[in-house]
């Protein structure tokens, strides 16, 4: 072959290497040429992968060739092409088999007699993968110079490197506006810290402690509003990977097609809107914690696909057949029983098992006794810088209030009355006060404490709010329950209905107060 035709082929793929293509385009091309150049039937390029050859792109092959895997010391012909310095070109009565067998296009028989070679592609003087060409013609290959091929290898090695290098530009850039939206949703929050001293609390930090410092998957479950999010993050910072990003995705937000995308990532043309290759959460939280929210909204559809990358780290974006490798630590959080959607076969029992390594449950707010003063003081600090006022306090009835409420939206609801009380409470104030005092009013909660308060005699609640502040609330609560309790002949049932308290929760408090 003469070197006009040969600058001829490989001139587009020179000016291709300055271009920004996505990468299938670019090694599309790359084969395209080396067609042009060597003309055959099939001609692919595979990336080394340790004991495996992937597929990155296939001419005259058939689809499914993409998604193939072959393992090496399975294909002798693919062992004798990686273990040569240079092109091979087997001779056309070789009785090795041939891993394209089947595959070539519009060949329903099997290759038997045909030309094949092939020429190891070295990136930084390690082997990166190979090039094969098969022709139906056992004498294709005769007039072809070995040179020809091995100077085509040499483009082809540099077309990989300029598409690895692209790629990992890209990524690096892509992690920048990653690390940038983390840096501006932070400086526009207040870092929120896990807050309480209840037994039930301690726990749950000794438990975060514990499975922090290790890398297993933990399915965090709790009921809705108890703070499953910061006990993520919380796990993620006493992590070794805490130096790295936490990712997020509420699964519930999105439909499945959406969800994929969200996961995986897609290509250019995977779907409509998909105007350019992106990342999905996995890739971005390389390294670091994935954060699944709501897992257990995950369609059985999704599930299969996620379990394939807990099992081996590797995924696909959506639309490419290229593996991608991620090390990414998983957590996730639900408010469901994923045990009993199991057993009624509406989730998967293997990808369960899988997200349950270390089940790690948060309690309900109305469990954590007094925690739910110490929460009330954080919000409202917050919402007295937020509303520019002295001091946002409670009185001692609000107090009472709070700790006798059962708390079915538990600390987000906490969040939310204290705010909506607070701005509230300010607008009754015909002056600005200096000091805004919420009471049981102003709290609005749906029990009949206050209503009950004021049945009592005055020399009764005058009693309970004397002296520290923290024995009056529990003797005044003690009263309280106590005279309900005689009313009602101890019936606890009747006395909780009065006291507008579940039954269960009415047991509890007593006890907490020594009653029982």
Same mark, same amino acid.
């Given at each position: 072959m003469?070197?006009?035709?040969?600058l001829?082929?490989l001139?587009p793929?020179?000016?291709?290497?300055?271009?920004?293509?996505?990468?299938?385009?670019r090694?599309r091309?790359?084969l395209?040429?080396?067609?042009?150049?060597?003309?055959?039937?099939a001609a692919?390029l595979?990336?080394?992968?340790?004991?495996w050859?992937v597929p /990155?792109?296939?001419?005259?092959?058939?689809?499914?060739? /993409?998604?193939?895997?072959?393992?090496?010391?399975?294909?002798?012909?693919?062992?004798?092409?990686l273990?040569?310095p240079?092109?091979t070109?087997?001779?056309?009565?070789?009785?090795l088999?041939d891993?394209?067998d089947?595959?070539?296009d519009?060949?329903d028989?099997?290759l038997? #007699?045909?030309?094949?070679?092939g020429c190891p592609?070295?990136i930084?003087?390690?082997?990166?993968?190979?090039?094969t060409l098969?022709?139906?013609?056992?004498e294709?290959f005769?007039?072809?110079?070995?040179?020809a091929?091995?100077?085509?290898a040499? %483009?082809?090695a540099?077309?990989?490197?300029?598409?690895?290098?692209?790629?990992?530009?890209?990524?690096?850039?892509?992690?920048?506006h990653?690390?940038?939206? #983390?840096?501006r949703?932070?400086s526009?929050?207040?870092?929120r810290e896990?807050i309480?001293?209840?037994?039930a609390?301690?726990?749950l930090m000794e438990?975060?402690?514990l499975?922090g410092?290790?890398?297993?998957t933990?399915l965090i479950t709790?009921?809705t509003?108890?703070?499953?999010e910061l006990?993520?993050?919380a796990?993620?910072?006493?992590?070794?990977r805490?130096?790295?990003?936490?990712i997020?995705?509420?699964c519930a937000a999105?439909?499945?097609?959406l969800?994929?995308s969200?996961?995986f990532g897609?290509?250019?043309?995977?779907?409509?809107?998909?105007?350019?290759?992106?990342?999905?959460?996995?890739?971005?939280a390389?390294?670091?914690?994935?954060? *699944?929210d709501e897992v257990?909204e %995950?369609?059985l559809?999704?599930?299969? &696909?996620?379990?394939?990358?807990?099992?081996?780290?590797?995924l696909?974006?959506?639309?490419?057949? &290229?593996?991608?490798?991620?090390d990414?630590r998983?957590?996730?959080?639900? +408010?469901?029983?994923l045990?009993e959607? #199991?057993?009624s076969g509406?989730?998967?029992?293997d990808?369960?098992? !899988?997200l349950?390594?270390?089940?790690?449950?948060?309690p309900?707010l109305?469990?954590?006794?007094?925690?739910?003063?110490?929460?009330?003081?954080?919000f409202?600090?917050?919402?007295r810088?937020?509303?520019g006022?002295n001091?946002?306090? *409670?009185?001692?009835?609000?107090?009472a209030?709070l700790?006798?409420?059962?708390?079915?939206?538990?600390? !987000?609801? %906490?969040?939310h009355?204290?705010?909506?009380s607070a701005?509230?409470? /300010?607008? +009754?104030?015909?002056?600005?006060?200096?000091i *805004?005092?919420?009471?049981?009013a102003?709290?609005?909660?749906p029990?009949?404490?206050v209503?009950?308060?004021a049945?009592?005699?005055?020399a009764?609640?005058?009693?309970?709010v004397?002296g520290?502040?923290r024995?009056?609330t529990?003797r005044?609560?003690?009263q *309280?329950?106590?005279a309900?309790?005689?009313?009602?002949?101890?019936?606890?049932a009747?006395?909780?209905?009065?006291?507008?308290?579940d039954?269960a929760?009415?047991?509890r408090?007593?006890?907490?107060?020594?009653m029982?």
């Amino acid at each position: 072959m003469t070197a006009k035709p040969l600058l001829t082929a490989l001139l587009p793929l020179v000016a291709d290497l300055s271009r920004e293509l996505p990468e299938g385009e670019r090694y599309r091309r790359l084969l395209e040429a080396m067609r042009a150049l060597l003309p055959c039937d099939a001609a692919a390029l595979l990336r080394l992968d340790d004991e495996w050859l992937v597929p /990155l792109a296939v001419d005259g092959l058939s689809t499914d060739t /993409l998604g193939r895997r072959f393992k090496v010391s399975e294909h002798p012909r693919f062992e004798a092409l990686l273990s040569s310095p240079g092109p091979t070109r087997f001779a056309a009565d070789c009785n090795l088999p041939d891993p394209y067998d089947g595959l070539v296009d519009g060949l329903d028989d099997h290759l038997e #007699v045909h030309d094949c070679m092939g020429c190891p592609l070295f990136i930084d003087e390690r082997p990166w993968g190979l090039l094969t060409l098969d022709a139906l013609n056992p004498e294709q290959f005769e007039p072809i110079e070995l040179g020809a091929l091995e100077a085509f290898a040499s %483009l082809a090695a540099a077309t990989v490197n300029a598409a690895e290098r692209i790629e990992r530009l890209n990524n690096r850039v892509e992690d920048e506006h990653q690390r940038a939206e #983390v840096y501006r949703q932070a400086s526009g929050q207040q870092h929120r810290e896990m807050i309480g001293q209840s037994k039930a609390h301690k726990r749950l930090m000794e438990e975060i402690n514990l499975v922090g410092g290790s890398d297993l998957t933990v399915l965090i479950t709790g009921e809705t509003g108890v703070g499953k999010e910061l006990v993520a993050q919380a796990i993620h910072a006493a992590s070794p990977r805490a130096d790295k990003p936490i990712i997020s995705l509420n699964c519930a937000a999105l439909p499945d097609t959406l969800v994929e995308s969200e996961l995986f990532g897609h290509v250019r043309g995977a779907f409509t809107g998909a105007m350019n290759d992106r990342r999905g959460k996995f890739e971005l939280a390389n390294g670091g914690t994935l954060f *699944l929210d709501e897992v257990g909204e %995950l369609s059985l559809t999704v599930q299969a &696909k996620l379990l394939r990358v807990l099992q081996s780290g590797q995924l696909q974006r959506l639309g490419s057949d &290229k593996e991608h490798q991620v090390d990414v630590r998983l957590i996730a959080a639900t +408010n469901r029983d994923l045990a009993e959607e #199991v057993r009624s076969g509406r989730y998967r029992a293997d990808f369960y098992h !899988r997200l349950s390594v270390y089940p790690l449950l948060v309690p309900a707010l109305r469990d954590r006794g007094r925690d739910v003063l110490l929460l009330s003081g954080y919000f409202l600090e917050q919402n007295r810088s937020r509303m520019g006022l002295n001091s946002l306090r *409670l009185n001692s009835d609000a107090q009472a209030a709070l700790l006798a409420y059962d708390w079915p939206g538990n600390v !987000r609801e %906490l969040e939310h009355l204290i705010g909506r009380s607070a701005l509230k409470a /300010l607008g +009754n104030c015909k002056e600005r006060p200096k000091i *805004l005092s919420l009471s049981a009013a102003d709290l609005d909660l749906p029990n009949a404490n206050v209503e009950a308060a004021a049945e009592q005699p005055a020399a009764l609640v005058t009693q309970a709010v004397t002296g520290d502040l923290r024995e009056a609330t529990e003797r005044y609560q003690r009263q *309280l329950i106590g005279a309900c309790l005689e009313r009602h002949n101890n019936n606890w049932a009747s006395a909780a209905r009065e006291l507008g308290l579940d039954r269960a929760n009415l047991g509890r408090m007593a006890k907490r107060l020594g009653m029982k």
